[in-house]
């Protein structure tokens, strides 16, 4: 294990530091050891945190605490990802309230070139099952990672139709990673765990309570490229998730229903809104998402891989060439392409060393 967990579990753990506070003060020191072994001066001087966060740091006294989650985590092989981590989901750096520290047990990559949240009802119809098992087999040849919150209803058939049709498939669980919820999921879970994997914000033994749910969707949608909902009724934590996504400038589409289904309701309203994209199968979905010419990494070399960008990658790399340093705002304003495809691109030229992330959701040409 990192010899930095135990205080990276600490800063989770400690009084009035959120996810934004976190992220601040990890963009302000190096560690989150030299957080906790700062001087509350320097601490309180951070922007944002003020001399009350400060204090909370300096008197935690949890460490045991952290110490007993570090145990559990070892024994049963739970892989820690903090904010810094090179294996930390990327998609979620560029959000404003990044987990911290996520929890993370199987084998899929959670880095993939592309990566969709298939979300909606619990109380599904045959309608919405046809939907999600016809859209999960047709990208079934296109490495495409389908990520869902192992619920009842629309997420479970998700998860069922990926691993049906040989995709990886990860969970993202609103509760501590020795149990799951709801337990006639238990042996889904495992199958998951050959073929994708489990994801949590939350540390052992914390119960499924439903204010976690949210949270939760948030993961779930910035995690992800785009998400799709499948059957909502107007209110519920599909809607939420297709809101979250929206925020975090992820694309949003929806399956359209009969005007009179009420488990319609929800996706024909994100659509009537302008808030989804009418969604009828993969060709529409690669095309918004500019997947057509979605490539391996396999050079360093920097003008060859600037000769094998796609048009969407090419065009955003274009326009953070031509200024000093861009916002996700103005690329978003600017490019003419989808928010998913700016995200998709992004992404891509990150993990090949094209472009840099700067703290605030700003982007520049690596140097």
């Not at 090949?352 to 140097?367: A, D, N, T, V, Y």
């Amino acid at each position: 294990m990192n010899p930095d967990l135990l205080y990276q579990l600490s800063l989770c753990m400690t009084d009035n530091i959120g996810h934004v506070h976190a992220k601040i003060l990890c963009d302000a020191f190096p560690s989150a050891r030299d957080i906790f072994e700062a001087p509350a001066s320097e601490l309180s001087r951070v922007e944002g945190i003020g001399k009350i966060r400060a204090q909370n740091i300096k008197k935690f006294r949890g460490f045991k605490k952290a110490e007993e989650e570090i145990a559990f985590m070892e024994k049963y092989r739970i892989k820690p990802l903090f904010l810094k981590d090179p294996d930390y989901p990327r998609r979620l750096l560029h959000c404003y309230d990044p987990p911290t520290l996520l929890f993370y047990k199987g084998p899929a990559d959670l880095n993939a070139s592309r990566i969709i949240a298939i979300v909606g009802s619990r109380n599904h119809t045959d309608y919405g099952r046809q939907a999600v098992e016809k859209l999960v087999k047709e990208i079934s040849g296109d490495s495409i990672l389908v990520v869902s919150g192992l619920a009842y209803g629309i997420d479970a058939l998700a998860h069922k139709a990926a691993l049906k049709n040989q995709l990886a498939t990860v969970g993202v669980i609103g509760h501590g990673l020795d149990k799951i919820y709801p337990a006639e999921h238990t042996q889904l879970a495992r199958e998951m765990l050959l073929q994708g994997g489990l994801l949590t914000e939350f540390p052992s033994h914390t119960p499924p309570d439903k204010y976690h749910f949210p949270s939760r969707n948030r993961i779930v949608a910035g995690i992800s490229d785009a998400v799709i909902v499948v059957e909502s009724g107007i209110k519920g934590g599909s809607m939420i998730t297709a809101d979250l996504a929206a925020g975090y400038h992820r694309d949003v589409f929806a399956i359209p229903g009969r005007i009179n289904d009420a488990h319609s309701a929800g996706c024909n309203r994100l659509i009537q809104q302008n808030k989804a994209m009418l969604l009828t199968g993969k060709d529409q979905l690669v095309e918004t998402m500019g997947w057509e010419s979605i490539r391996p990494l396999h050079t360093n070399n920097r003008e060859e891989l600037l000769t094998e960008l796609s048009p969407e990658e090419k065009q955003v790399y274009q326009l953070i060439e031509s200024g000093e340093i861009i916002s996700m705002d103005d690329l978003s304003q600017t490019a003419g392409i989808s928010a998913g495809a700016i995200a998709s691109a992004i992404l891509q030229l990150e993990m090949e060393h094209l472009i840099e992330c700067l703290p605030g959701k700003l982007f520049r040409i690596s140097r």
